[in-house]
């Protein structure tokens, strides 16, 4: 346990930084889950998921919860993801 008044202080700030950033974490494993199963569905919803992942994203960054070149690294791999999709989708309707 703390011995110093500071120290006590300090402890009730991390315990509270701490479960803020766990929920900010989850926030945003649950928008890439929901993004990720949308594009392999071929909803018609992604870029609303798209919209919501990247906003998850960006607040993490922004609070440094995450670096943001993580964000920007998961931001791209998902919209890589999206775009191949699309391509796929074109070509097999030329196709048809």
Not at 22 to 32: L, V, Y
Not at 34 to 42: E, F, I, M, Q, Y
């Amino acid at each position: 346990m703390p011995l110093t008044k500071s120290a006590v202080k300090a402890l009730k700030v991390s315990r509270r930084r701490k479960i803020e950033n766990d929920q900010t974490r989850a926030k945003i494993k649950s928008a890439i889950k929901g993004a990720r199963l949308s594009v392999a569905k071929k909803d018609k919803d992604v870029s609303e998921k798209l919209r919501v992942l990247y906003r998850e994203l960006d607040l993490a960054a922004k609070k440094n919860v995450i670096h943001k070149n993580k964000a920007s690294r998961l931001k791209s791999r998902i919209s890589k993801k999206v775009s191949s999709e699309k391509t796929e989708n074109s070509k097999n309707s030329l196709l048809s």
